[in-house]
Structure formats: structure tokens, C-alpha cells
């Protein structure tokens, strides 16, 4: 048997055996990575900081755990580029399973305001977020397309009280917030359909200013509404939330993950390369052997 053959059958636990010392090795040893910011990610990000103090961004946490390694470093990111800008911020979960993730994001947040940080040349001095004042948790109701109008007509009609029972109106945060028109803008983490409600029955008919973040597979799909118009911000997989990351000058689990996923796709490759290789030799030489 030749070095071909020995490439054509190559027992994949051999792979699957090299891939993971590779991505350890990766995870362990400290090194980074260039990020090339995209357009779409960098208009997201300028919306919120131009933003002034005390104005409230909407954050729809829709996506479920399986979903998490994608989705879940976008959502620490905005949320604590919102807090660190003195917004205010209204948290939703339209995914059944959504609520748990994003009380793990508010409670790791908090901890992580506490200490002074610097972010692109600029100090922020810790300080502790309170529940109902620099944010509301709403949570989960089902039927995420009724209650996407609901909030067009007001927060108090899916979400009589927030996600720990306390009545809206005696929320301090939410005094004087009725609906999208309070909301500088909605940031929709979805890993399913929930985003075209968020698009047909949310932005389409209420005209808020709509971004999204998106698993990988996808962002190629709503690529033309950030062409037309009716989404002017778009992250898409990991690689979304780590420009995010650069954007802010915070780096998080989205960068770190790069690091892996990067070395991890070359070895993909290397070993796609390599199969098709030792196939199309194989191929030629059965051919020059009249088999």
C-alpha cells in the first residue's frame, strides 16, 4: 500500500484525535489573532456609543442553549458596552429557554462593572447595576409574533410584570416607557425564525431601528434587509461577536474562541486537501493499471 492509499484510508479517530490536541493546545497556549472589522458590525457598535446617557436599548435574548457558544459572546458584549455608557437597557427572552442564559449575562455583567476598567483610552470607574433601574428583565411569554405587536402598542400588554413579578409601573425604569418610541433602538440575538417576526411584525410596522446577531449559518440570509434598509446593523457567528469585541476594546469568550476555531478550520482543511489528493492519485494510477 502507498503513501495514497495510506492517505484514503486514514481511520477518522486519527482526526478526530488530532483535531482535539490541536484545539487544546490552541486554548491553552496565549495568542492572538487579527480581527478585520466588517461594516455592518462597526455601524452596531457606533449606533450604541453615540448614544447619551440614559437612553434604553431593547435586547431580545432568542436563542436557545444550543446556540450559546455563538450567540451568548454578542450578548455580553452589548450588554456591557450598554452599562458601560450609562444606558439603560430592556432585556426580553422569546426563546422558552432563553431566560435562564440571560440571567447568567446580567449576574456575570454585574460582577464585571464592578471593577474600573479601561475601554479605548477611556476609564470607567466600577459601579453596581440595580435591577429596575438601570435595566429591566422582562422574560419569556410564548407567541413571540403576538407579543412583538404587543410591545407596539405597550410593554404593560405581554408584560403586565417583569420576569421576577414586579408590576411594570412600579419599575422606575420603565416610568414613562410605553412602547418602541421610548427605545433608541432593538438588539434581536436570535438563533431561529423569531428574527423574521422581529423584521415583518417588528421594524416593518413600528419603524424602530432594528440590528441583529445571528448564528453563522445564518447571516447569508439577511444580508438583503441590511442592503435595504430595515436592519442597519448585522453580527453573524463568532466571528461577529469578536469584532464586537475589538469594536469595544473587551476582549471575551468571542476572541478566545477564534483563536481555536481558526487553527481548528485549517486543520479541517488540511485534512480535506490531503483526502482529495490521495483520491485523484489513486484514481489515475487504477486508470494507468487498466483497472
Same mark, same amino acid.
Given at each position: #500500500?502507498?503513501?495514497?492509499?495510506? #492517505?484514503? @484510508?486514514?481511520?477518522?479517530?486519527?482526526?478526530?484525535?488530532?483535531? =482535539?490536541? &490541536?484545539? &487544546? $493546545?490552541?486554548?491553552?497556549?496565549?495568542?492572538?489573532?487579527?480581527?478585520?472589522?466588517?461594516?455592518?458590525? !462597526?455601524?452596531?457598535?457606533?449606533?450604541?456609543?453615540?448614544?447619551?446617557?440614559?437612553?434604553?436599548?431593547?435586547?431580545?435574548?432568542?436563542?436557545?442553549?444550543?446556540?450559546?457558544?455563538?450567540?451568548?459572546?454578542?450578548?455580553?458584549?452589548?450588554?456591557?458596552?450598554?452599562?458601560?455608557?450609562?444606558?439603560?437597557?430592556?432585556?426580553?427572552?422569546?426563546?422558552?429557554?432563553?431566560?435562564? #442564559?440571560?440571567?447568567?449575562?446580567?449576574?456575570?455583567?454585574?460582577?464585571?462593572?464592578?471593577?474600573?476598567?479601561?475601554?479605548?483610552?477611556?476609564? +470607567?470607574?466600577?459601579?453596581?447595576? !440595580?435591577? %429596575?433601574?438601570?435595566?429591566?428583565?422582562?422574560?419569556?411569554?410564548? +407567541?413571540?409574533?403576538?407579543? $412583538?405587536?404587543?410591545?407596539?402598542?405597550?410593554? !404593560?400588554?405581554?408584560?403586565?410584570?417583569?420576569?421576577?413579578?414586579?408590576?411594570?409601573? @412600579?419599575?422606575?425604569?420603565?416610568? %414613562?416607557?410605553?412602547?418602541?418610541?421610548? &427605545?433608541?433602538? /432593538? &438588539?434581536?440575538?436570535?438563533?431561529?425564525? $423569531?428574527?423574521?417576526?422581529?423584521?415583518?411584525?417588528?421594524?416593518?410596522?413600528?419603524?424602530?431601528?432594528?440590528?441583529?446577531?445571528?448564528?453563522? /449559518?445564518?447571516?447569508?440570509?439577511?444580508?438583503?434587509?441590511?442592503?435595504? %434598509?430595515?436592519?442597519?446593523?448585522?453580527?453573524?457567528?463568532?466571528?461577529? =461577536?469578536?469584532?464586537?469585541?475589538?469594536?469595544?476594546?473587551?476582549?471575551?469568550?468571542?476572541?478566545?474562541?477564534?483563536?481555536?476555531?481558526?487553527? =481548528?478550520?485549517?486543520? $479541517?482543511?488540511?485534512?480535506?486537501?490531503?483526502?482529495? /489528493?490521495?483520491?485523484?492519485? @489513486?484514481?489515475?494510477?487504477?486508470?494507468?493499471?487498466?483497472?
Amino acid at each position: #500500500m502507498n503513501i495514497f492509499d495510506r #492517505m484514503m @484510508s486514514l481511520d477518522r479517530r486519527w482526526v478526530f484525535l488530532f483535531l =482535539a490536541v &490541536v484545539c &487544546v $493546545i490552541t486554548y491553552i497556549v496565549d495568542f492572538q489573532i487579527p480581527i478585520r472589522v466588517e461594516s455592518e458590525v !462597526r455601524t452596531i457598535h457606533e449606533f450604541i456609543d453615540t448614544l447619551k446617557p440614559d437612553e434604553i436599548v431593547f435586547i431580545a435574548i432568542d436563542y436557545d442553549p444550543n446556540a450559546l457558544a455563538e450567540l451568548h459572546p454578542m450578548c455580553y458584549a452589548v450588554m456591557e458596552h450598554c452599562f458601560r455608557k450609562d444606558l439603560k437597557v430592556i432585556i426580553t427572552a422569546l426563546s422558552q429557554n432563553g431566560p435562564g #442564559m440571560a440571567e447568567q449575562a446580567i449576574l456575570d455583567i454585574s460582577d464585571s462593572l464592578k471593577l474600573d476598567r479601561e475601554y479605548n483610552g477611556i476609564l +470607567y470607574e466600577g459601579r453596581e447595576i !440595580r435591577k %429596575g433601574v438601570d435595566y429591566a428583565f422582562l422574560g419569556y411569554k410564548p +407567541y413571540f409574533a403576538l407579543v $412583538i405587536l404587543g410591545i407596539g402598542q405597550n410593554f !404593560r400588554l405581554p408584560f403586565p410584570t417583569d420576569y421576577y413579578g414586579t408590576p411594570l409601573d @412600579s419599575i422606575p425604569m420603565m416610568q %414613562g416607557v410605553q412602547n418602541y418610541d421610548q &427605545v433608541a433602538c /432593538v &438588539v434581536d440575538l436570535s438563533a431561529g425564525n $423569531i428574527t423574521d417576526a422581529w423584521i415583518a411584525y417588528g421594524q416593518g410596522r413600528f419603524y424602530f431601528p432594528l440590528a441583529l446577531g445571528l448564528t453563522g /449559518v445564518m447571516g447569508a440570509d439577511y444580508y438583503p434587509y441590511l442592503n435595504s %434598509g430595515q436592519v442597519f446593523g448585522l453580527m453573524a457567528g463568532l466571528y461577529g =461577536a469578536a469584532q464586537y469585541e475589538e469594536l469595544a476594546d473587551n476582549p471575551g469568550l468571542a476572541k478566545d474562541g477564534m483563536r481555536i476555531q481558526v487553527y =481548528a478550520h485549517l486543520v $479541517i482543511i488540511f485534512f480535506i486537501l490531503i483526502g482529495n /489528493v490521495g483520491y485523484f492519485v @489513486s484514481r489515475r494510477e487504477k486508470k494507468r493499471q487498466g483497472r
